[in-house]
């Protein structure tokens, strides 16, 4: 497993890669271009609703985005047939509660991100 990011994900990707008890850390390391050619060649990227997506998206690559506060509505959905979507199947009278999401749930709750079944993830 590869985490990427910018230089200020390093930490959350290292509690990723504890969590997980694997994974290499990459944040603040690649180049945009580079960043793509690793997306364009994984079995599958994981990714939120962020400029990955739209990354992956441009390489063709694999990809599952999770959308949380933001919905795939606003068109920014992945492109391609390989894509896939994760999202709560529950009708939350405040969800999206931003064109761009947040770090932290306006309401105190985020059910948004709770009603993702995590299995459904895996490939």
Do not use: W
Not at 28 to 45: E, R, V
Not at 55 to 65: D, G, L, Q, Y
Not at 106 to 117: E, L, R, S, T, Y
């Amino acid at each position: 497993m590869l985490l990427i990011g910018a230089p200020g994900d390093i930490a959350l990707c290292e509690r990723i890669a504890k969590a997980a008890g694997r994974g290499e850390v990459l944040a603040g390391k690649l180049s945009l271009l580079g960043t793509a050619a690793l997306m364009q060649g994984a079995t599958m990227n994981y990714v939120n609703d962020s400029a990955p997506l739209h990354i992956a998206s441009a390489m063709n690559a694999p990809v599952t985005a999770i959308f949380c506060s933001t919905v795939p509505a606003f068109g920014f959905g992945p492109l391609h047939e390989n894509g896939r979507v994760l999202e709560t199947s529950v009708k939350l009278d405040c969800r999206p509660c931003g064109l761009h999401g947040h770090r932290a749930c306006p309401k105190g709750h985020f059910n948004c991100a709770m009603g993702i079944d995590p299995k459904a993830a895996v490939i």
